[in-house]
């Protein structure tokens, strides 16, 4: 089971030492619930803003992904009715594409989707959602009851506006057949990868640079694979890829029935990975080899 960066997600509050708070006014707290909205409910003090570099004070040991998806401001803000408790977390991204993946990579298997923005999931006492260029959190951090929570969440859709956002146009590449639905992520960034397959520093798709690759969960012969496609803009970029790839996978473990377009690999834990270049895209496999994914390849287009 992938261990989501949710794992390492934990925010600070302004009652935590070491929290910084922008006294400065930010557009991105009118987005805050309002008290007509959280009736009863009484905010704890002001809301705390991060910008940019402060996102470290906010964040313990998990800002770093959000700088390679590109991040603007977070706000958070605490409200409190009795002894239930409700945390409200926002994140304003550079674009879509950052929002969106930050919520799949912290998608969790075992949460519910619920019609919340462009999507949302509901696991346990939280609440997440993406809509536009903002990732959205809310949490019931005592017996805050499930109703509170996802009135503020409703609040803040709305509030947001617009439209619901575009996922990136590299998540339709992702072969059809066989794909466990609501397993895919977008990736931006080596961090991101590591997620999915350590490679350390040894990125060799590009996404350090800023291109993104789709992944996602798939039920082949029996066992279960992740899948990770890159789309290049040209044959030159998309053969360095494939050839850094073979020189990650191969200095890792060994290759097998490697050609010009495909290759197997078997790491030092003994996984299979498998290579192939189709058109402009390289696919990737964990968890398969090339002979049982030719038909997942062969619905593939780009």
């Keep these: 089971m992938l261990l989501l ?25 009118a987005l805050l619930p309002s008290g007509s909205v959280l009736k009863g409910w009484t905010p704890e003090d002001a809301p705390e803003v991060y910008d940019g570099q402060a996102l470290y004070d906010f964040i313990d040991g998990g800002a ?19 002894e239930s408790s409700l945390q409200v977390e926002l994140y304003e991204m550079t674009d879509d594409a950052a929002a969106f993946g930050i919520f799949s990579m912290n998608r969790s298997s075992r949460g519910t989707s619920i019609a919340l923005g462009a999507a949302g999931q509901e696991q346990g006492n939280t609440v997440t959602f993406w809509q536009r260029n903002y990732y959205v959190r809310v949490i019931a951090t005592k017996a805050g009851g499930r ?13 947001i506006g617009g439209e619901r ?49 789709a992944v996602a969960t798939y039920q082949i012969s029996g066992t279960t694979c992740t899948v990770l496609v890159a789309r290049y803009d040209t044959q030159d970029e998309r053969d360095a890829a494939f050839g850094k790839a073979a020189n990650l996978f191969g200095g ?6 490697r050609t010009e377009t495909q290759f197997d690999a078997k790491d030092k834990t003994g996984k299979s990975i498998a290579v192939v270049k189709k058109g402009l895209m390289v696919t990737v496999a964990f968890g398969a080899r090339t002979g049982d994914l030719a038909d997942l390849f062969a619905s593939a287009s780009g």
């Design 5 to 29: 960066v949710l794992a390492v997600f934990c925010a600070c509050v302004s009652a935590v030492p070491g929290c910084t708070s922008s006294s400065a006014p930010h557009g991105i707290t």
């Design 252 to 257: 890792k473990g060994e290759l097998q029935n």
């Design 165 to 213: 956002g575009a996922v990136p146009q590299i998540m339709a590449l992702l072969p059809a057949r066989n794909k466990v639905e609501g397993s895919e992520m977008f990736l931006r960034g080596k961090i991101a990868l590591n997620q999915i397959y350590y490679v350390g520093d040894d990125e060799p798709f590009g996404l350090a640079a800023g291109r993104g690759a």
């Design 64 to 82: 770093e992904i959000f700088f390679e998806y590109g991040f603007k401001a977070a706000a958070s803000q605490g409200y409190d009715k009795g």
């Design 147 to 159: 109703e509170p929570m996802l009135g503020a969440a409703r609040d803040i859709e709305t509030k």
